[in-house]
T-cell receptor
Framework: NAGVTQTPKFQVLKTGQSMTLQCAQDMNHNSMYWYRQDPGMGLRLIYYSASEGTTDKGEVPNGYNVSRLNKREFSLRLESAAPSQTSVYFC??????????????FGPGTRLTVT | QQPVQSPQAVILREGEDAVINCSSSKALYSVHWYRQKHGEAPVFLMILLKGGEQKGHEKISASFNEKKQQSSLYLTASQLSYSGTYFCGTGLEGAQKLVFGQGTRLTINP
């Protein structure tokens, strides 16, 4: 099992460019999440999908859109990248926060730089 | 609202003990603990649920004070492999998401 995979691993964009970060999981989890991690800020939730067909905003959704393509895949799109979106992006999946086995499994991350 | 972790950073010698705290202003249903090594993804350590249920790795212990909405992670007889940044994630009853704290950086020296 690959667990949670993310593509690309690294990306450099110019201000105003768009891109889509891809995430896939092979654990048959219902819930999927997109976080961004900035120094000293911890993990901040951008969007999440509690189950296939649903998506909801997290703490920092502005400037992002998501698509839950199917149960396996959850993509994050930056329509017009800004330097403030320079960050490390993690995708995660879980059965559900309050259902066994509880834990969120994280992908390896995408390091995005916007110049 | 983001939970508050303390301390922000701690440096220990191998074999010493550490306590990392996580505090919330909201009535919590669960507290999750994760560890992240530099350049890697966070990894689950344990979960503490309202009512006393706990699940996690054998060598990790933690507590959850439901009255104070505080959790503490206890790292005893620390090993070099314990180094990393520790995050608590808090969940409300019925919520489908976690809110993570800002992290505590733990450095273990030989």
């Amino acid at each position: 099992n690959a667990g949670v995979t993310q593509t690309p691993k690294f990306q450099v964009l110019k201000t105003g460019q768009s891109m889509t970060l891809q995430c896939a999981q092979d654990m048959n989890h219902n819930s999927m999440y997109w976080y961004r991690q900035d120094p000293g800020m911890g993990l901040r939730l951008i969007y999440y999908s509690a189950s296939e067909g649903t998506t909801d905003k997290g703490e920092v959704p502005n400037g992002y859109n998501v698509s839950r393509l199917n149960k396996r895949e959850f993509s994050l799109r930056l329509e017009s990248a800004a330097p403030s979106q320079t960050s490390v992006y993690f995708c995660a999946s879980s059965e559900a926060p309050h259902r066994p086995p509880y834990e969120q499994y994280f992908g390896p991350g995408t390091r995005l730089t916007v110049t | 609202q983001q939970p508050v972790q303390s301390p922000q950073a701690v440096i220990l010698r191998e074999g010493e003990d550490a306590v990392i705290n996580c505090s919330s202003s909201k009535a919590l249903y669960s507290v999750h603990w994760y560890r992240q090594k530099h350049g890697e993804a966070p990894v689950f350590l344990m979960i503490l649920l309202k009512g006393g249920e706990q699940k996690g790795h054998e060598k990790i212990s933690a507590s959850f004070n439901e009255k104070k909405q505080q959790s503490s992670l206890y790292l005893t007889a620390s090993q070099l492999s314990y180094s990393g940044t520790y995050f608590c994630g808090t969940g409300l009853e019925g919520a489908q998401k976690l809110v993570f704290g800002q992290g505590t950086r733990l450095t273990i020296n030989p």
